[in-house]
T-cell receptor
Framework: AQSVTQPDIHITVSEGASLELRCNYS??????LFWYVQSPGQGLQLLLKYFSGDTLVQGIKGFEAEFKRSQSSFNLRKPSVHWSDAAEYFC????????FGKGTRLHILP | GAVVSQHPSWVICKSGTSVKIECRSL??????MFWYRQFPKQSLMLMAT?????????EQGVEKDKFLINHASLTLSTLTVTSAHPEDSSFYIC?????????????FGPGTRLTVT
């Protein structure tokens, strides 16, 4: 069965520190993978996506994600977070259908 | 977290007919509802945002006369695809947003697959 897991419900990092948000999936083949960000009261915004090819994907706002087939993971990273990055982040997996993770809320300490 | 349901989960209709999709927030007061569509193997696209009791705000390129959104209560929003055509075939997802304690939460529905023949 297809599934996606974001193991961290909340993450807090200091401004300027590096960030990694985890996403693991379960699917029989390689799915299409997405990361979205949502600020309060706003709709989802696509950060980046992986369909095929280079497993390190660059996105908007300085984010990147790496697809690791052996670990069934698609973790989101940013080398230095800004206060404006505080938001909720959703990983999504599109195999037979699109499924969203439950989200990880990112808090930024000044 | 809250449960958001969509009905129907799957619908086939003939070209020229209208289809209504319901989005219900079962245990959550959704002050804002978002409607998205997704074409196969593409990312989700926000169509419109609606606040309870107000007219929906549509994203650029989305025809508001074709995609009618009603958000009459804190637990129900509907999307009506009027005079559907095959190019409207897509996967439609709603999400319900609102205050939950001191924070703002958003929950996604399971989606509705529309096929127009």
């Amino acid at each position: 069965a297809q599934s996606v897991t974001q193991p961290d419900i909340h993450i807090t990092v200091s401004e300027g520190a590096s960030l990694e948000l985890r996403c693991n999936y379960s699917y029989g083949a390689t799915p299409y993978l997405f990361w979205y960000v949502q600020s309060p009261g706003q709709g989802l915004q696509l950060l980046l996506k992986y369909f095929s090819g280079d497993t390190l994907v660059q996105g908007i706002k300085g984010f990147e994600a790496e697809f690791k087939r052996s670990q069934s993971s698609f973790n989101l990273r940013k080398p230095s977070v800004h206060w404006s990055d505080a938001a909720e982040y959703f990983c999504a997996v599109d195999g037979d259908k699109i499924i969203f993770g439950k989200g990880t809320r990112l808090h930024i300490l000044p | 977290g809250a449960v958001v349901s969509q009905h129907p989960s799957w619908v086939i209709c003939k070209s020229g007919t209208s289809v209504k999709i319901e989005c219900r927030s079962l245990d959550f007061q959704a002050t804002t509802m978002f409607w998205y569509r997704q074409f196969p193997k593409q990312s989700l696209m926000l169509m419109a945002t609606s606040n309870e009791g107000s007219k929906a705000t549509y994203e650029q390129g989305v025809e508001k006369d074709k995609f009618l959104i009603n958000h009459a209560s804190l637990t129900l929003s509907t999307l009506t695809v009027t005079s559907a055509h095959p190019e409207d075939s897509s996967f439609y997802i709603c999400s319900a947003g609102g205050a939950a304690g001191d924070s703002y939460e958003q929950y996604f529905g399971p989606g509705t697959r529309l096929t127009v023949t």
